[in-house]
């Protein structure tokens, strides 16, 4: 199926539930994988430094949902609107949308083989504006301070997630997706992931959480969005799911 590309631009970007223009905001957002309708009208919105946990069984449709906002080659994003800061980035291909402050860590990583940490870090600022200092990521990530010159790819598990991590923050990144950044961790290197990912709140980042730990990720967050099949099933507080027994247990399979 050859899916057009269809643009809807409206005059201002969304609003939050307060009435205050959203700092981001995806609405409508439908995604396709070849004849598949893998995202299916998703919306929401989010408030500067908000931690979003972006929930759902397997296969229903979140990764998707963050290669859409992040305007990645595939799923292909046929309509909807994102919106970062108050600019438009629907129908902008994806290093525009890298450029305006979106920065996508997959899961896979993706740490360049061949290179030491540093200059994997060193990569990251050519290609783009530049973000935080080594130096300050050294202080939030010590260990890649302690095997800088270490080829990536020779690192733990836990350490090359950390890496993937900091080279979206040797960035000028203002949201930060991240897919998966606990899987195959030991739980005390997710500890070390969670505290830094709240320092990154701290900093006024706005981040989306994709994590099939839903209570790691609910607790790490703000508010929360629940998928089922490409559709928005919940969209509230991060506390409200980890009191709600029947969101747990229908939609997360807790």
């Not at 961790?185 to 969670?194: S, T």
């Amino acid at each position: 199926m050859n899916v057009q590309t269809i643009e809807r631009p409206r005059a201002a970007a969304p609003s939050t539930a307060s009435g205050e223009r959203a700092y981001f905001a995806c609405r409508g957002l439908d995604a396709y994988y070849g004849d598949s309708y893998i995202v299916q009208q998703v919306s929401f919105a989010l408030e500067k430094g908000q931690i979003l946990a972006l929930l759902g069984r397997n296969g229903a449709g979140k990764t998707s949902t963050l290669r859409a906002i992040a305007r990645a080659s595939s799923p292909h994003l046929a309509r909807g609107e994102v919106w970062l800061d108050g600019v438009a980035l629907h129908g902008k291909p994806n290093y525009v949308a890298a450029q305006a402050g979106i920065q996508l860590v997959q899961e896979d990583r993706r740490i360049i083989p061949g290179l030491t940490v540093e200059q994997n870090l060193q990569l990251a600022t050519i290609t783009g504006k530049k973000g935080w200092s080594f130096e300050r990521i050294y202080q939030l990530f010590p260990r890649l301070a302690e095997r800088r010159k270490q080829e990536g790819v020779t690192m733990s598990g836990g350490e090359q997630q950390m890496l993937a991590i900091a080279r979206a923050l040797a960035r000028d990144v203002k949201l930060l997706l991240l897919d998966e950044p606990y899987e195959g961790l030991a739980p005390v290197v997710r500890q070390d992931i969670a505290k830094a990912l709240m320092e990154v709140r701290a900093a006024g980042i706005t981040s989306i959480i994709v994590e099939q730990n839903a209570v790691a990720a609910l607790k790490l967050s703000d508010r929360a969005v629940i998928l089922d099949t490409g559709e928005v099933v919940f969209d509230g507080s991060a506390e409200e799911v980890l009191g709600n027994d029947d969101l747990m247990h229908r939609y997360l399979a807790i």
